[in-house]
């Protein structure tokens, strides 16, 4: 007979996480899985216009995330999103459309059908830190991560600006490294958690990434972590895909490996290793879990 979920949400995956970011997708689904979370996937899903639309056109960028907030109201469960990005237009679209009654007409308009805006929308990291609970995370732990020092990224998107997002203090949160301590794992003090790492400057103006995302790599490497827990595909692809090139432009070595925040959580909680995808991670993390005897 089937164990019967603790919890239960709609799921928002966005494009990133069926595509270049589908370890976090997979390492997702098997974290929650092993916490017998429920998620269902919102049907019919598409772009939210991640962090370019709002740049080019306001109503368009606010009528995808309506429209996908439309859909996710078909779905049981507060809606669980695990990008940075997408929680931060599904996030701002609710809070802008809530206070300018003109707005939302023209969205109402431009989607043909009226706004649903109380659903709440969730990052992973609500989810497991208030929702899931801490303590409770603890004992689900199998494998503890002992001896792993991580440096937690929060980036520009997960609590800003202030009364967006609503995830945690927007100057000193705290809320990754308390998800992570519940395994074991010790979070370092570092001066770049909240730094910008360049985000979509990647390819336009990449040179503004490398400088960035060094200064983001050698903090974490001056605080003595082992690795760097990212929420983020951008901050992900900007600090892992970009590493060895950030590397060559500054003379420099990190070996920093960048893990999804699920993918550490993974293998606290039993989900094979092979699941989580860490064959895509580019700085290769398999010497430092065999080091700390994780694998």
């Known amino acids: 007979m089937p164990t019967k979920n603790l919890l239960n949400y709609s799921y928002y995956p966005g494009c990133s996480l069926h595509a270049s ?33 709002h740049n080019v056109d306001e109503l368009l960028s606010l009528s ?4 996908n907030l439309s859909l996710a109201d078909n ?5 669980a999103v695990a990008c940075a990005a997408c929680f931060s237009r599904l996030k701002t679209t609710q809070h802008k459309l809530a206070e300018n009654d003109i707005k939302r007409k023209q969205v109402e308009i431009a989607i043909d059908g009226a706004i649903s805006l109380e659903k709440p929308v969730k990052h992973l990291l609500e989810i497991l830190a208030k929702d899931y609970g801490l303590d409770r995370l603890a004992d689900a732990v199998k ?5 792993l020092k991580v440096a937690t990224y929060y980036g520009c998107l997960l609590t800003r600006p202030p009364e967006v997002p609503e995830l945690d203090c927007v100057e000193a949160p705290t809320i990754m490294e ?4 519940a395994t074991g794992a010790e979070p370092v003090a570092w001066s770049h958690r909240l730094e910008c790492c360049g985000a979509n400057f990647t390819l336009s103006r990449p040179g503004v990434v490398l400088n960035l995302s060094n200064e983001i790599l050698a903090s974490a490497k001056r605080a003595g972590a082992d690795c760097i827990m990212v929420a983020c595909p951008l901050c992900h692809g900007n600090l892992d895909i970009r590493q060895r090139e950030i590397e060559e432009a500054n003379g420099t070595r990190y070996d920093m490996p960048v893990f999804y925040m699920t993918q550490l959580l993974g293998l606290a909680v039993g989900v094979p290793a092979g699941k989580l995808g860490l064959e895509s991670m580019i700085v290769n993390p398999l010497p430092l879990l065999r080091e700390k005897q994780l694998l």
Do not use: H, M, Q
């Open 75 to 79: 779905v049981e469960g507060d809606l």
């Open 21 to 53: 970011a589908k370890e976090y997708d997979e390492s997702t689904k098997g974290v929650f899985r092993a916490l017998r979370i429920g998620l269902k996937e919102v049907p019919d899903w598409f772009c939210c216009g991640a962090t370019p639309a």
């Open 143 to 147: 494998k503890p991560l002992t001896g």
């Open 64 to 67: 995808l995330c309506a429209k």
């Open 178 to 181: 308390n998800v992570i301590a």
